[in-house]
Nanobody
Framework: QVQVVESGGGLVQAGESLTLSCSASGSIFSINTMGWYRQAPGKRRELVATITRSGSTTYLDSVKGRFTISRDNVKRTVYLQMNSLKPEDTAVYYC???????????????WGQGTQVTVSS
């Protein structure tokens, strides 16, 4: 079974930085696009950033220039570096794996458990 685990959330003041990590483990041959979503209280879950296997990225307009998504295909890990954090960035952040190929099958739509990011003003 493939496991997706996030870490790195916490409580910070506005203007500070955090880096989130998400690692996929198990008998994995390849991982397709990975991304980060977030959901604030009372709000819909929104896509924050994505990164393809080859490193092409997309960003939510409100985080562009502040957040950077990256991945290490050897470590099977995706990162989200968040700089100049604002109170409106407060949310639970979820790692998503679009698909992963294992020894037996292709899995789709895998999610991490979520990690809380809280930014105080």
């Amino acid at each position: 079974q493939v496991q997706v685990v996030e870490s790195g959330g916490g409580l910070v003041q506005a203007g500070e930085s955090l880096t989130l990590s998400c690692s996929a483990s198990g008998s994995i041959f390849s991982i397709n696009t990975m991304g980060w979503y977030r959901q604030a209280p009372g709000k819909r879950r929104e896509l924050v950033a994505t990164i393809t296997r080859s490193g092409s990225t997309t960003y939510l307009d409100s985080v562009k220039g502040r957040f950077t998504i990256s991945r290490d295909n050897v470590k099977r890990t995706v990162y989200l570096q968040m700089n100049s954090l604002k109170p409106e960035d407060t949310a639970v952040y979820y790692c998503n794996v679009e698909s992963v190929v294992t020894a037996t099958r292709k899995e789709y739509g895998l999610w991490g458990q979520g990690t809380q990011v809280t930014v105080s003003s």
